[in-house]
Every structure is written in structure tokens, then in C-alpha cells.
């Protein structure tokens, strides 16, 4: 009943590397939803860790603002946050005007901006929390060794609670590579999206639904493992203890 | 006027979400308790089956479910019926959005109730089927009261993350909010309007279940002693 040369002869599509990539990538396919996650993790990490220095912080005009932040973009769903930004921003003109459209009108920027966004709203949390729950004893190891408050923050604080957020980190990875099909829906080639041009080609729902299901799948799969080796290297030392 | 008069259809549109995402719940809740006692069943091929469904289904986006559930299925119901020589139905787009929401967040609470049960003391069951009770009133009586505190924060983070997953149920052809957004969107050219509203529905249900959720948590925890360091 499968179709088993469809998912065959389509199957380079779905890895992606046709001509089909939308401007400014370089890819389709897996290899966009690869690209799209990829980025959206890079700059998300990069922007999370001094926000959730600022959540931590006891001023609370530095710790209000990210507090909203993080609510905002937590609380409602990504693909809302996807479609305000692709479709809500033509809505004025001086963004129109801007030199910034060229970028902000393409889907491909549009979803790594919202992925970016909404990956480091949740990575912030992970973040601040673990940060609260860093152990006295290493901050006033640090303090008595005489060091300030950035240095501190450099060597001691953020290093330990990026560690200590390994695991709760992977699972928003894994959350992540699945939010990216929804790329699909505002136009872009991504694993999901080439699935469904595949289905309206052909209707037939089984043959690239299934494959693109069995790609996301041994995906999980990859991260979950991957994350599991990091966790052996980095949190060796909160493992219990082998006799 | 605001959107044109486009709010009454996007509130309406809300209510239908809404009712989604509750059907859905309902769903996934009795799946996530078939699963739970699956799991722990000595059974092996219960266990088994459960172990996959849980697994596969939380390795797989949201939106692929959805495209192969709701195409799939009515292709197979197609199929079928034209086999028989009769006129194939049109599933109905609500019920496969509930079906197909609650089959993938069963999953997620066929763990959630499985780490519930686990940490209640197996003396309590034992106590109670010891007393001549029946497997079923065992668990109504001795097991849920007492895993409901455990089962009570992931179960909170699995109906917010339902409640956004919902949004993706225009897809399969639903009237819910996400769809009367994209006509209101299109009509009165003002779609960041539009899709802030949306965000601000969204984040009025999120807020209103996490206050009430957190009070049920609180109220469930009654007479449990917290550590303070």
C-alpha cells in the first residue's frame, strides 16, 4: 500500500541541497531545518546568558524587564510569535522604510528572529534558576580568592550553572528541532514543509508524512544521545558515585 | 473601529480553541492513565507498547502528527469505503484536531502519571488491596488522592504546552482563532493588531490556568512539609 519509489525518488528532497532554498540560505529540507535550528540555538544561547543575569539581579528595574520578556514569549504560542513577526511588522511603515526590510520580509529571517526570541525566552529560565541554585560555597570560594564581581560571574557563576543546565537544556533543544516545522507555514522548504508539498503533489499522506516523521524521530534520538555524552563530560562530577 | 469588528469573530473563535484544548485534555488524560498503568503493568507487551507509544510520539513535531493523523486517516477511511462501494464521510475537523492533540499529549502525561504513581509508597496500594478492596477502588481511593500532588506541576507544563500546540489546528481546516485571525488579518491590512490580540488571548488563557493551577497545587499539598535551607 506504501509507496515505497516515491519515498525513494523523493528522498533527496527531503535531505535537502536542491534548488528550492530560499534566498539568504543555502539550503531546503532537512538541511534548512537543520540551519534553521542551529542558528536559532547559537543566538538564543547568546542572548540568554546575560539575560538571566539580569533576571537574577536584586535591581528590580533590570530584573522586571526580562521577567516580562520571558512571561510574554512563554506564555503564547510560537507560531503566533512566527506570524507577528513575518506578517504583523509590514504593518508600519517606518519599518517598511527601514533598511532593515530587505532582511524582515524574508521567511527565513523571519523564523530564525522567532525561534531566536522564543529559545532564549525558556533558555533564560533554565538559566536563572540554575543560577540561583549555584552553591554558596563556590561564590564564597570565589570571594575569598578576592575576586570581583564580573570576574566572578566569568569563571565561577556562569560556567557552573551552564553545566548544572545540561539537562533541563537538552530537552528544549529537542523542543526546539520540533518547533521548526512550523517554519513550513510561512512558506519556507523545511523538512515539514518539502513533506507537504510532496503530499499536495501526490495526496498521498503516508509515503512523506511517515519519512519526515522517521527523520524528526532518529533526530531526538541524536540530540537525546548527544546531550547524554555531555552530560557524562561536563557533569561527571554530580554523578552518584560507582563503587 | 477596533479591527473593523473583527474582534467578535476572533472571541468566537477563541471559544472553539478553547474547547479543543479542554476535549483534548480529557483525552490525553485517559490515554495518559492507560498508558501509566501500561507501563508498570508486568505484562511485557503492555509495557512494551506503551514504552513505544510514549517515545515515538514524543520524538515527532506536533504538526507532522497532525498532517499524517488527519490526512492519513481519511485517506484510509477513503480507501475503505470505496472498497465497500459506499460514499466515504468527511472526518470532522474538530474531532480529528481533539483526537489528534489528545493522542500526542497522551504521551507526555503517560509519564507524568507514571512518575505520580511511582512515588506514592507501594505499602499504600499493598494496605489497600490487603483490606480486601478492588483494584479499582484502590486506585480511586489510596492512589490518586495521593498522586495528584506529584502529578500536579508536569501536568500543568503539559496542558500550557497543549494549549499552544492548539494554535496549530487551522492546519487541518479548523474555524478556531488562528483561522479567524488570518481573515481578519487579510480584510483589515492590520495584521500585527490582529496577531497581538491573538498573543494576548493566548497569554490571558496561560495566565489564568498557571494562577489557578498553582492554587490546586497548593491545596493538594496541604499538610506536606517543606524544607527550608
Known amino acids: 500500500m506504501i509507496d515505497l519509489n516515491l519515498i525513494i525518488e523523493r528522498f533527496p528532497a527531503f535531505l535537502g541541497g536542491t534548488d528550492g532554498a530560499p534566498i539568504l540560505s543555502t539550503s531546503d529540507g532537512l538541511q534548512l531545518t537543520l540551519e534553521l535550528l542551529g542558528l536559532s540555538l547559537a543566538f538564543g544561547l547568546l542572548l540568554a546568558v546575560p539575560m538571566a543575569l539580569m533576571r537574577v539581579s536584586r535591581n528590580k528595574w533590570v530584573a522586571r524587564p526580562v521577567w516580562l520578556y520571558t512571561y510574554v514569549f512563554r506564555g503564547t504560542p510560537l507560531l503566533v510569535q512566527l506570524f507577528i513577526i513575518y506578517y504583523g511588522l509590514s504593518q508600519f511603515d ?67 550553572a551552564l553545566r548544572r543546565a545540561l539537562p533541563a537544556y537538552s530537552n528544549e533543544v529537542v523542543m526546539m528541532m520540533q518547533s521548526t516545522s512550523i517554519a513550513g507555514l510561512v512558506t519556507l522548504a523545511d523538512l515539514t514543509g518539502v513533506a507537504r508539498r510532496v503530499f499536495s503533489d501526490t495526496y498521498m499522506p503516508f509515503e512523506p508524512f511517515l519519512t519526515v516523521a522517521g527523520i524528526y524521530l532518529v533526530m531526538t534520538f541524536a540530540l537525546v544521545w548527544l546531550f547524554k555524552k555531555a552530560e557524562q563530560r561536563w557533569l561527571a562530577y554530580l554523578a552518584p558515585r560507582k563503587h | 473601529m477596533f479591527l473593523q469588528g473583527y474582534l467578535p469573530s476572533i472571541m468566537e473563535g477563541t471559544i472553539l480553541t478553547l474547547q479543543v484544548a479542554v476535549s483534548a485534555l480529557l483525552v490525553s488524560v485517559v490515554l495518559g492513565l492507560i498508558g501509566a498503568m501500561f507501563k508498570m503493568s508486568p505484562s511485557k507487551p503492555l509495557a512494551w507498547l506503551a ?107 503539559n496542558w500550557l504546552v497543549l494549549v499552544k500546540s492548539t494554535a496549530l489546528v487551522s492546519v487541518i481546516g479548523l474555524n478556531d482563532v488562528m483561522y479567524r485571525a488570518d481573515t481578519a488579518k487579510s480584510i483589515t491590512q492590520e495584521p500585527f493588531t490582529v496577531y497581538a490580540v491573538v498573543g494576548c488571548i493566548f497569554l490571558a488563557i496561560t495566565s489564568v490556568s498557571d494562577f489557578a493551577l498553582k492554587r490546586l497545587e497548593k491545596r493538594y499539598s496541604t499538610g506536606v512539609r517543606e524544607t527550608e535551607l
Open chain 2, 51 to 157: 514504552e513505544v507509544y510514549s517515545t515515538v510520539v514524543r520524538g515527532v513535531p506536533d504538526l507532522v502528527w497532525m498532517l499524517l493523523l488527519f490526512f492519513g486517516v481519511q485517506m484510509l477511511i477513503n480507501e475503505l469505503f470505496s472498497q465497500m462501494g459506499w460514499e466515504a464521510p468527511e472526518i470532522n475537523s474538530f474531532f480529528a484536531g481533539v483526537m489528534t492533540i489528545g493522542f500526542i499529549f497522551g504521551a507526555y502525561m503517560t509519564e507524568t502519571f507514571r512518575g505520580a504513581i511511582m512515588a506514592v509508597p507501594k505499602g499504600q496500594m499493598e494496605a489497600g488491596l490487603a483490606y480486601g478492596m478492588s483494584p479499582l477502588r484502590v486506585f480511586l481511593r489510596i492512589t490518586f488522592p495521593q498522586m495528584v500532588r506529584f502529578a500536579l506541576p508536569s501536568f500543568s507544563n
Open chain 1, 94 to 160: 517606518w519599518v517598511r522604510d527601514s533598511w532593515a526590510w530587505e532582511y524582515l520580509r524574508e521567511a527565513y529571517v523571519c523564523a530564525i528572529l522567532a525561534f531566536t526570541l522564543n529559545t532564549a525566552a525558556y533558555t533564560t529560565e533554565i538559566l536563572a534558576g540554575q543560577i540561583r541554585n549555584t552553591h554558596y560555597g563556590e561564590i564564597e570560594a570565589a570571594k575569598a580568592m578576592g575576586m570581583g564581581k564580573w570576574l566572578m560571574m566569568r569563571r565561577i557563576v556562569i560556567p557552573s
